[in-house]
Every structure is written in structure tokens, then in C-alpha cells.
């Protein structure tokens, strides 16, 4: 799922990672391959953030997902695996 920028700040608040931003080179590519969300890349690879839903919920609500691991220390290339889902839930219209 494509985030807003104001989505993309309330989850960085919540998960240590960075965005990659939508007009980065590898968007293109990541998008072809994994479909149109918004990346973001971690200490353990590359993650997207999946809605959750949730009944009666005031907010929306968004879990984690991994789609790729670091190849090596040197973080400079990824290997995609199998989606894994984590429990790592953030609320994606929290006040930052």
C-alpha cells in the first residue's frame, strides 16, 4: 500500500527504518517486483507496511512486512524471500 507523507512520518515514529523516497531510482524496480507500496529499508532489509483490519478501530492500522534480507554486512544488496509477516502494528494516523 502507498502511504501518505503524513503516514510515512507517524510509522517512522513508531519502527526504526528509513523510506525510500518515491522518486529513488529503485522505486521502479522494487514496484515491479513487489508491487506499488512504499518501501521501506531497515537493519534486517526491506519492508513494507500492510493494512490491518481492525473493528471499531478510531485509527488505521498497518503491520510490517519483510520482503527482503541484506546479503551481506555491507547492505548494498538485498535478497528477496517469501513475504514474512512480522507483529510489528503501527498506527498510521498517529500525531507525530
Do not use: C
Amino acid at each position: 500500500m502507498k502511504l501518505t507523507e503524513a503516514r510515512i512520518d507517524s510509522a517512522l515514529h513508531q519502527i526504526e527504518a528509513q523510506a525510500i523516497p518515491e522518486n529513488h531510482p529503485a522505486t521502479v524496480q522494487l514496484g515491479e517486483l513487489f508491487g506499488d507500496h512504499t518501501f521501506f529499508l531497515d537493519a534486517g532489509g526491506l519492508t513494507i507496511i500492510e493494512p490491518v483490519k481492525t473493528d471499531g478501530a478510531a485509527e488505521a492500522m498497518g503491520r510490517v512486512v519483510k520482503l527482503a534480507r541484506w546479503g551481506d554486512e555491507t547492505r548494498r544488496n538485498l535478497s528477496p524471500h517469501e513475504p514474512e509477516y512480522t507483529d510489528i502494528v503501527v498506527a498510521l494516523d498517529k500525531a507525530a
